[in-house]
């Protein structure tokens, strides 16, 4: 083999162990990348999750409101009906005198 050849073949394997290092640190960021990946997908889940609840907890709260108005509404239509009862007794009170 000439000395050029030899040169040349050096030279080829010196490449090649640089791709192979280079392979395994792309291997290496591939799997910490990965394991973001599946930390992101995991907290996205919760998030998920957490967006559920919160409208459920909203939707219960509407509902709680439109009942809480009314029941307002039915006590202030309670005493419109004892205001009308007690004009009434009024009236037929005086029709009585």
């Known amino acids: 083999m000439t000395k050029e050849e ?9 490449r090649v162990r640089q791709l192979i290092l280079e392979y395994k640190d792309l291997e290496t960021e591939n799997q910490k990348l990965h394991a973001i990946v599946k930390e992101q997908e995991e907290a996205l889940k919760g998030c998920h999750k ?8 909203y939707s ?10 009314s029941s307002g509404e039915l006590e202030e239509a309670k005493n419109r009906v004892n205001k009308l009862i007690k004009e009434v007794d009024k009236c037929i009170s005086l029709l009585n005198v």
């Open 6 to 14: 030899e040169k040349n073949l050096r030279l080829f394997e010196t």
């Open 50 to 57: 957490e967006i559920e609840r919160l409208q459920t907890e």
């Open 60 to 69: 219960n709260l509407k509902t709680a409101k439109i009942i809480d108005i």
